[in-house]
């Protein structure tokens, strides 16, 4: 599968109001907060999408896969062994 044309953004989840972080989903590929990929804490959430950056994302930092991949591997989102 490729990746290409996928975007993620890192977010806090604290910094948002529940209406403001389904804008943000309604905007990406995860129907729902719920859905969410979180860090270990609960503190911060990743959202995607696919093609032009919608405007609600304007201005955050966008990650590609290989960021992500990154991100990822860190212990906030992984659990140790």
């Known amino acids: 599968m490729s990746h290409d044309n996928r975007k993620w953004v890192i977010i806090t989840l604290a910094s948002y109001t529940t209406e403001q972080l389904e804008n943000l989903c309604a905007n990406a590929i995860q129907t729902s907060v719920s859905t969410l990929r979180k860090t270990l804490d609960g503190t911060k959430a990743i959202l995607k999408w696919d093609g032009n950056t919608p405007e609600v994302f304007d201005g955050m930092e966008t ?15 992984t659990p140790s062994e």
């Open 63 to 77: 990650l590609n896969h290989s960021e992500i991949r990154i991100e990822l591997a860190k212990s906030t989102w």
